[in-house]
C-alpha cells in the first residue's frame, strides 16, 4: 500500500542530545513538508522539500535541521539548539507542491523531553 | 502574510443533527485554495474538503459542505447528519494559488468537535 511512514511513534530526548526524525514515503511525490502541532497552535511549518536536494525553511525552522538526498526520504533532525521540542510532528507530501492539491499526511512521531 | 482565524475552540453537536464550522482568513491575494482537514483521536489528519477561490460554487463532499464567502474571507464548514466518527478537531486551511508561489499551507488553531449521542 502507498503511504507516508513516520518513525518512531513516540521519541525522548535528553538534554543536550540531537534526535532524528523519520518519514519515507513510496507516493512517488515530489514535495515533503514537516509540521509542528502543539496544543491550541494548530500546525506550524517547520522545513519543505518541493525537489530532490533542495528544501526551504517554514515559520519555526530554528533549531531543526532537514535532508533531501533522495526523493523518498525527509528527515528531520531535532537540534539541541530547539530548547521547547516537546510535539507532535507530522510529516507530509504532495504531488508536486503547489495549488490545490491534497496533503498526504503521516501518522506522527510524539517528540518528548526527559 | 495570510492568516487563519477560526475562533471557537470547541464545539459540540447532537448525532444526527447539524452543525457549522467557522473560519475566517485574510490574505491580498484574490486566487488562492481552502481546505478543511480532520483530525481524529487517532491524530491522522484526512482531508474533508477543498474549495477553489475562482469558483463561485460551494463544494460539497456527501454530508460535508462549505459556505465560501470571498468578500467576507469566510470559510465554514457544514456537517449534516452528524455522526459518532465525525468527532474530531477540524482545521481549516489555506494556501496560495500564485505561480511561484511557496508551499506553505497555512493552518488555523482548530476545532474540537464533539458529537453526543
Known amino acids: 500500500d502507498g503511504g507516508i511512514t513516520q518513525s518512531p511513534k513516540y521519541l525522548f530526548r535528553k538534554e543536550g542530545q540531537n534526535v532524528t526524525l523519520s518519514c519515507e514515503q513510496n507516493?512517488?511525490?515530489?514535495?515533503m513538508y514537516w509540521y509542528r502541532q502543539d496544543p491550541g497552535q494548530g500546525l506550524r511549518l517547520i522545513y519543505y522539500s518541493q525537489i530532490v536536494n533542495d528544501f526551504q525553511k517554514g515559520d519555526i525552522a530554528e533549531g531543526y535541521s532537514v535532508s533531501r538526498e533522495k526523493k523518498e526520504s525527509f528527515p528531520l533532525t531535532v537540534t539541541s539548539a530547539q530548547k521547547n521540542p516537546t510535539a507532535f510532528y507530522l510529516c507530509a507530501s504532495s504531488i508536486r507542491g503547489d495549488g490545490g492539491e491534497k496533503l498526504f499526511f503521516g501518522s506522527g512521531t510524539q517528540l518528548s523531553v526527559l | 502574510a495570510q492568516t487563519v482565524t477560526q475562533s471557537q475552540p470547541e464545539m459540540s453537536v447532537q448525532e444526527a443533527e447539524t452543525v457549522t464550522l467557522s473560519c475566517t482568513y485574510d490574505t491580498s491575494e484574490s486566487d488562492y485554495y481552502l481546505f478543511w482537514y480532520k483530525q481524529p483521536p487517532s491524530r491522522q489528519m484526512i482531508l474533508v474538503i477543498r474549495?477553489?477561490?475562482?469558483?463561485?460554487q460551494n463544494a460539497t463532499e456527501n454530508r460535508f459542505s462549505v459556505n465560501f464567502q470571498k468578500a467576507a474571507k469566510s470559510f465554514s464548514l457544514k456537517i449534516s447528519d452528524s455522526q459518532l466518527g465525525d468527532a474530531a478537531m477540524y482545521f481549516c486551511?489555506?494556501?496560495?494559488?500564485?505561480?511561484?508561489?511557496?508551499?506553505?499551507?497555512?493552518f488555523g488553531k482548530g476545532i474540537t468537535l464533539s458529537v453526543r449521542p
Open positions: 486551511a489555506y494556501r496560495s494559488a500564485l505561480a511561484g508561489a511557496n508551499s506553505k499551507l497555512t
Open positions: 507516493l512517488n511525490h515530489d514535495a
Open positions: 474549495q477553489e477561490a475562482y469558483k463561485q
